[in-house]
């Protein structure tokens, strides 16, 4: 033990020294980047890019840049590297700075701000898209075995409220690195596009990447201003009903059974909602489901139809909207008579009822009679 001290002693004198060489110097001074640009890469995609400065100081630290996205959404973050990819809408502009840090736990050094700015496209004010709305769908592609699954996209807007008469829309959709123009358009009564389909698109059902979607124009009377946004594939999917649905009763006992929707998830990524009607009373009962399968207890003189819709499951995306409800199956019996013969038995019971007063009103009358035919007899 007492050789091993001076060693320990040693050890941790040097374990200091190295500290403080790695720990940043209060007297150094940190640069800001040069050369900062930013380039558009894609339809809502930039690439920022910077250089580290050539007369940055160089010591046994590692330097980092914070980036700050100033517009149109702001945000921040922190990167080693000397370019970022960001994307976003531009049709507002974009703008963003960078500097260089040097940190520990304890203390923050940073340089002064690199900035640099994109102009928002031109156009005249009024003229672009509103209310730009897409959604996606998929369907089973059984000439593929690359891709048994094809994605279709269906966007809407509504033209500018100050777009001339003469203006004629274009949209254009990015994914990943695919970009594609719209080639099938609905039309208004002007003859202007206001609506797209991409019956194949190259989107993925289960990506996680943005879609990107551009509306430009054009005009003989004014520049059209263009249009981008954003959106989350899990919040504009379409997803299929349920297939295949079917119901049975056995005595009291409703069994309903269905096969996940078409859609490139598994089984197991799907959420359910089972309604079933019960057409007599009128009671409605809802269930959620994580299987495809469901028994109910029912009374057995109704008739009841039956319903069910999907989800994908937020285990395996974020939540996003529910299908279609599946086409109604009608089970059981209702016993619930006809008018007809409600009508019938009422006016059954009611000549009844009369001819019973009738009779009762002859009898009545038929008892003096007797008695004087009695009397005068005797």
Same mark, same amino acid.
């Given at each position: ?44 995609? /930039?690439? &920022?890019?910077?250089?580290? %400065? ?10 980092? @840049? #914070? !980036? ?61 898209? /509103?209310? &730009?709305?897409?959604?996606? %769908? ?10 048994? @699954? #094809? !994605? ?227």
């Amino acid at each position: 033990m007492i050789i091993m001290a001076p060693v320990l002693l040693i050890l941790l004198g040097a374990t200091e020294i190295l500290q403080a060489d790695l720990l940043p110097d209060e007297k150094i001074s940190l640069l800001p980047p040069i050369n900062f640009t930013i380039k558009v890469t894609g339809l809502a995609q /930039v690439l &920022l890019h910077w250089e580290s %400065n050539p007369d940055q100081e160089q010591r046994n630290v590692n330097l980092e @840049y #914070q !980036v700050k996205i100033n517009a149109p959404k702001e945000d921040d973050y922190e990167t080693r590297i000397t370019e970022s990819k960001c994307v976003t809408i531009l049709h507002k502009g974009f703008s963003a700075s960078v500097r260089t840090i040097l940190q520990n736990d304890h203390s923050l050094l940073a340089s002064s701000w690199a900035s640099a700015e994109l102009h928002a496209p031109p156009g005249s004010p009024g003229t672009s898209v /509103v209310n &730009l709305t897409c959604t996606t %769908n998929t369907t089973a592609d059984n000439y593929s075995h690359l891709r048994p @699954y #094809q !994605v279709s996209l269906h966007c809407t807007w509504l033209v500018g409220t100050d777009a001339p008469e003469d203006t004629q829309y274009f949209l254009y959709y990015r994914y990943g690195s695919w970009t594609e123009e719209c080639q099938e358009y609905s039309k208004d009564s002007l003859g202007r596009n206001i609506a797209c389909w991409f019956p194949r698109t190259f989107i993925r059902s289960r990506g996680r990447d943005w879609l990107a979607v551009l509306v430009n124009g054009s005009s003989k009377h004014s520049a059209i201003k263009p249009f981008d946004q954003l959106f989350a594939l899990h919040a504009i999917d379409r997803i299929n009903p349920p297939l295949n649905v079917t119901a049975e009763i056995e005595g009291t006992r409703l069994s309903i059974q269905w096969e996940k929707p078409v859609s490139a998830f598994p089984i197991h990524c799907f959420d359910y909602e089972v309604k079933i009607h019960n057409a007599r009373n009128g009671y409605l009962q809802v269930e959620k489901m994580m299987t495809n399968t469901f028994i109910s207890i029912i009374d057995d003189l109704s008739k009841y139809d039956v319903q069910v819709r999907a989800a994908v499951s937020s285990m395996c995306r974020e939540a996003g909207l529910w299908s279609e409800w599946s086409q109604p199956i009608y089970v059981g019996k209702d016993e619930h008579k006809p008018l007809r013969e409600w009508f019938l038995i009422v006016l059954m019971a009611t000549i009844c009822f009369i001819l019973l007063i009738l009779l009762l009103i002859c009898r009545i009358k038929l008892v003096p009679l007797r008695q004087k035919l009695k009397s005068s007899v005797i």
